[in-house]
């Protein structure tokens, strides 16, 4: 009896071991994995953003924050690309300051510690493809980094410039910008630079259905939309080239059917028959896994993580 105990103990130690030990273990690597995701992104926003000066302090603080009890260690950060970073991050018990944790019940058994690790890598580029938050393509010519707060109208200007048409109605492909298809009615378009984007079926200046909404939550917040090289077509057969992707501002507009905002700003006015939005282009880093990397540098980054 007393050796069926004895080995029937060291099973049960062994399972006790398995689902203690074990179980820490795996909340130490969900711990660590979110330290290097957050290390890795926040490194790479940083280095999108020109302000890469200290890689190895941000990860540090970042994998630290992580940890439940405030300690772990960078074990590596490398650039693989110039447009990526590694991390990782591994153990660090907060008592001793050891890299390797003591295990309670696996000891028994001859496992007495073991090192944790997880790492992760982000990656930064200049988008080429992704959703545009709006189904809109600016013409090229209003395209001002860091310039003023301007109003890109529906209609576009007299004079026959890049960004208008000497036609009677004012119109290039139909104004200044153009809205995209949207055949689903999400008020959103897909677009990649390496395929002509088609025009909306429906050309007018009225906003297209559940835009509204839509507009509403972008207010004051800064968006990525698409940037057209060229255009071709007519009426609902026109099509944009899109050359890539440029972060605007939206601060106001004026639409048909819908409620105006914030239609004055010095220099900028968009009242009565003017239909339009409001906006400034900006620099801008945007943590978005939903791009593809590979565009020209609008003054625009995306980050992702890729693994």
Same mark, same amino acid.
């Given at each position: ?9 060291? &099973?049960?130690?062994?399972?006790? &071991? ?20 957050? +290390? !890795? ?6 280095? !999108? ?8 302090? /941000?990860?540090?603080?970042? *994998?630290?924050? =992580? ?11 490398? $650039? ?14 907060? !008592?001793?300051?050891?890299? +390797?944790?003591?295990?309670? $019940? ?7 510690? *073991?090192?944790? !690790? ?18 809109? &393509? ?5 395209? #001002? ?10 209609? %576009? ?13 004012? #119109? ?23 395929? =002509? ?33 060229? #255009? ?8 944009? +080239? ?11 507009? =004026? ?7 914030? /239609? ?15 906006? #400034?282009?900006?620099? $801008?880093?945007?943590?978005?896994? %939903?791009?593809?990397? %590979? %565009? ?12």
């Amino acid at each position: 009896m007393a050796l069926v105990v004895a080995v029937s103990l060291v &099973a049960l130690l062994g399972f006790v &071991a398995l689902a203690v030990d074990a179980g820490a273990l795996y909340a130490e690597r969900a711990q660590l994995q979110n330290g290097a995701d957050a +290390a !890795a992104l926040a490194v790479a926003q940083d280095c !999108a953003d020109g302000s890469c000066t200290d890689p190895h302090e /941000t990860a540090r603080q970042l *994998v630290n924050v =992580n940890a439940n009890d405030g300690a772990a260690t960078v074990g590596r950060l490398a $650039f693989p690309t110039s447009g990526s970073v590694l991390v990782q991050a591994t153990s660090r018990d907060a !008592a001793t300051g050891a890299g +390797a944790l003591t295990l309670t $019940f696996a000891s028994i058994l001859g496992f007495r510690d *073991v090192t944790v !690790a997880a790492q992760a890598v982000a990656a930064w580029g200049n988008p080429a493809g992704g959703p545009a938050v709006l189904p809109l &393509a600016f013409a090229p010519c209003v395209f #001002k980094l860091d310039g003023p707060v301007q109003v890109i109208s529906m209609h %576009g200007d007299s004079g026959g410039t890049d960004c208008s048409s000497v036609s009677p109605s004012g #119109k290039l492909l139909p104004g200044g910008f153009g809205w995209l298809d949207d055949p689903a009615g999400r008020c959103r378009a897909d677009v990649d630079i390496a395929v =002509n984007a088609p025009m909306r079926s429906d050309t007018g200046t009225s906003l297209p259905a559940n835009c509204a909404p839509v507009l509403a939550s972008v207010a004051d917040q800064t968006v990525l939309l698409p940037v057209y090289g060229d #255009k071709g077509g007519t009426g609902s057969g026109g099509w944009y +080239a899109i050359r890539g992707w440029a972060a605007f501002q939206v601060l106001g507009w =004026n639409f048909p059917g819908t409620s105006y905002r914030n /239609t004055t700003y010095s220099g900028a006015q968009c009242r009565g028959s003017c239909k339009g939005l409001i906006g #400034k282009f900006v620099r $801008f880093v945007s943590p978005d896994e %939903g791009f593809r990397t %590979g %565009g020209p540098d609008l003054g625009t980054s995306v980050v992702t993580l890729t693994r």
